[in-house]
């Protein structure tokens, strides 16, 4: 069974200019959540779907992020425009149900904003 | 707001020694608690996880990691450390009001020493 897998690896940007990550959950797996861990800080939830729908997006950061699953499988997060504090690793997980951990997590995309 | 405090950024070990890295968790009612692995290059992988079944809870690897409720903690432990062991360590919580998400603490860095 394939992973989770997360695209790119690495996203060098300058300040200002938009990025689009992705991720592609095992497959049958209908939640998909995103984090985020900025600066060796605290890995943070940013939100959940379940299919195509956001289930909960209450810890995007502000609006410059927009998050889609259209057709419930792959995943994208686009930061438009992005900024210097976006900077930091993007892990996508995903599981079958939902609830009480033990989520499958992609191994991150490191975006660097210069 | 529940909360997960890891203390100690950075944990240095011989090989052979005992690991012990510590997590404590606030919230008034117990909740499902994991202990999360991230080695160079991957993605975070569940180790163990409590799920209010045994209090103490025995992961891959040779990790366990005992739930006390009057101290509020979930410490995870390792009879003896091994080369391989290196890693960050992540200790995480999912609250009842929201079990679809995963609430972290700040990690851990393992070093072993030869």
């Known amino acids: 069974e394939a992973g989770v897998t997360q695209f790119p690896s690495h996203s060098v940007i300058e300040k200002g200019q938009t990025v689009t990550l992705r991720c592609d959950p095992i497959s049958g797996h209908d939640n998909l959540y ?22 909960d997006e209450s810890g995007m950061p502000n609006n410059r992020f927009l998050a889609e699953r259209t057709g419930g499988t792959y995943s994208t997060l686009k930061v438009q425009p992005a900024e ?14 939902s609830g009480r951990g033990g989520y499958t997590f992609g191994s991150g995309t490191r975006l660097t904003v210069v | 707001a529940q909360s997960v405090t890891q203390l100690g950024s950075h944990v240095s070990v011989s ?13 008034s009612v117990p909740p499902y608690l994991f202990w ?8 975070l992988q569940l180790l163990l996880k409590y799920t209010s079944a045994a209090t103490l809870v025995k992961g891959i690897n040779g990790f366990e990691a005992e739930f006390k409720k009057s101290e509020t903690s979930f410490h995870l432990t390792k009879p003896s450390a ?22 972290f603490g ?9």
């Open chain 1, 34 to 55: 995103w984090y985020r861990r900025v600066m060796g800080k605290e890995i943070k939830f940013l939100l959940h779907f379940v299919k195509e729908s956001k289930q």
């Open chain 2, 36 to 43: 999360y692995v991230q080695y160079p290059n991957q993605g």
């Open chain 2, 15 to 27: 090989e052979g020694a005992l690991v012990l890295l510590r997590c404590n968790y606030s919230s």
């Open chain 2, 82 to 103: 091994h080369m391989s062991d290196a890693a960050e360590y992540f200790c995480a919580v999912s609250p009842m009001d929201s079990s679809y998400k995963l609430i």
């Open chain 1, 84 to 97: 210097l504090e976006d900077s930091g690793v993007y892990f996508c997980a995903s599981s079958q149900v």
């Open chain 2, 106 to 114: 700040s990690g851990t860095r393992l070093l072993v020493r030869p």
